[in-house]
């Protein structure tokens, strides 16, 4: 089942109290607690949140409510991710963590950034395997993330462009109102696209040494996510695998007594693929063997399944932005945090 955290239904929450609804009924009606909204570690299914959205818009009559909701947006709507965000080096960055661990605000977030000729484009979107969500919740995700950019570096900052796929409402003020840009409707994806010198403006409060141990709590928190899932009982096929080389799907169907094209499938219904598992797998085994002193750059490389150090050198980088000796450099070894005597 999928699920989203309660942190992201809070903004839901304050943008109706800004409209006066009354939201513990309006929550009661469809079936969610509200008493758990203030648990910000507790998730809500995928088709609770979906329901509370089109609830929410109908209590409000306001097409544009998405970005009224992410107006609320803050560091902790994104849990340890957002954090993560507000303290890294640059923007760009900060645009790498959150596309890089979305899935872990809500498990049918599709979000991808990437390099394009003018500058940066993150594009987001929900695959939610069931019931499609309203468009207003794509509003939020892009908005509340230039949103957040914005307050995590204290300045305005003026895109290239934004595109939705859903058409242009009656009347877009909203819109220009928060993006200040060319809004561009029913395009192929939704996105953002940032200048290339505007995302590599340093954040004033930022701190990687911090931004890298929330990235490695960020990955603990996506391998328990999927712990009782599907999922995890790829992650336990794959590890024997790894010191042999690069794992195949055919071995890991072979190991789980199914086809290929099941477990394919499994994997989908979870809104996940076979090489993602396989990156989540590595990168967390990754953190915990650059902290032991007695294993090479190299050594780790095989164990993780690479052909050679480079290739994991160049995963690690896509990673976190930084080369396997550099984060261990940085502190990834427990002996070398010690006093000398």
């Excluded at 939705?164 to 696209?193: E, G, M, W």
Aim: net charge neutral.
């Amino acid at each position: 089942m999928q699920t989203g955290l309660s942190a992201w239904i809070l903004a839901i929450v304050r943008a109706l109290e800004d409209a006066h609804v009354e939201v513990d009924t309006l929550m009661d009606n469809i079936g969610m607690d509200h008493a758990r909204v203030g648990d910000l570690s507790h998730r809500y299914s995928q088709d609770q949140v979906t329901s509370l959205w089109i609830a929410a818009v109908e209590a409000t009559g306001d097409p544009n409510f998405g970005l009224k909701v992410a107006r609320h947006i803050r560091p902790s709507t994104f849990h340890v991710v957002g954090y993560a965000m507000s303290c890294s080096a640059t923007l760009r960055r900060a645009a790498e963590r959150f596309a890089h661990s979305a899935r872990l605000i809500s498990d049918s977030a599709a979000v991808s950034f990437e390099r394009e000729k003018g500058g940066y484009r993150l594009t987001a979107d929900l695959n939610t395997g069931g019931r499609q969500p309203i468009y207003q919740t794509i509003d939020t995700m892009l908005a509340g993330f230039f949103l957040l950019c914005e307050w995590i570096l204290s300045a305005s900052i003026t895109p290239l462009e934004v595109t939705f796929r859903h058409r242009k409402p009656l009347d877009d003020q909203d819109y220009r109102a928060v993006f200040r840009c060319p809004i561009r409707y029913n395009q192929a994806t939704n996105s953002i696209l940032f200048p290339a010198e505007t995302l590599e403006r340093p954040v004033p409060s930022a701190n990687e040494e911090l931004a890298t141990m929330l990235d490695e709590m960020a990955a603990k928190y996506l391998a328990f996510r999927f712990s009782s899932r599907f999922s995890r009982k790829v992650r336990d096929a794959l590890v024997g695998q790894l010191p042999n080389g690069e794992p195949s799907k055919q071995e890991t169907a072979r190991l789980l007594a199914m086809t290929e094209r099941t477990l394919l499938r499994r994997l989908r219904e979870e809104n996940t693929t076979f090489q993602e598992v396989l990156d989540r797998l590595r990168e967390e085994l990754a953190y915990d063997y650059l902290r032991r002193a007695d294993l090479t750059v190299e050594n780790i490389a095989y164990l993780l399944g690479f052909s050679s150090s480079s290739t994991f050198s160049r995963a690690f980088m896509r990673w976190t932005a930084q080369r396997p000796s550099a984060w261990r450099e940085g502190g990834g070894i427990a002996d070398r945090t010690q006093p000398d005597d």
